[in-house]
């Protein structure tokens, strides 16, 4: 089993960045990660996937493209999210996903992936 421990999150002014980190242990192959967010009284959403053995193939969701960067350093094993130009929409407790199985594309579905982390807060004030 793959454990998964976010770190980064923390509070910004609009406009801001933060870079989340997401260590991953245990039994660490795992085709797909990803990060999701989840603000209060709304469901967990697809933030951006990365395929874990073609690190080039990535997918976003249209609300955080060009804003958002993915990108897995599987040496360190360490998953990460770079985001820029934050807005008060991004608030949200930003989890770390990976899932078993071949990466047939990179999923922005929460019923896709089978390991979570327990979430880091990011909170951007206007």
């Known amino acids: 089993e793959v454990q998964l421990a976010e770190s980064g999150g923390g509070s910004v002014q609009a406009g801001g960045s933060l870079r989340l980190s997401c260590v991953a242990s245990g039994s660490t192959y795992r085709s797909c990660m990803g990060w999701f967010r989840q603000a209060p009284g709304k469901p967990r959403e697809g933030v951006a996937a990365?395929?874990?053995?073609?690190?080039?193939?990535?997918r976003y969701a249209d609300s955080v493209k060009g804003r958002f960067t993915i990108s897995l350093d599987n040496a360190k094993k360490t998953l990460y999210l770079q985001m820029n130009s934050l807005t008060p929409e991004d608030t949200a407790l930003y989890y770390c996903?990976?899932?078993?199985?071949?990466?047939?594309?990179?999923?922005?579905?929460?019923?896709?992936?089978?390991?979570w982390g327990l979430g880091t807060q990011v909170t951007v004030s206007s």
């Open positions: 990365i395929d874990g053995e073609e690190v080039d193939r990535t």
């Open positions: 996903a990976a899932k078993r199985g071949i990466c047939w594309l990179p999923s922005l579905s929460v019923s896709d992936y089978d390991s």
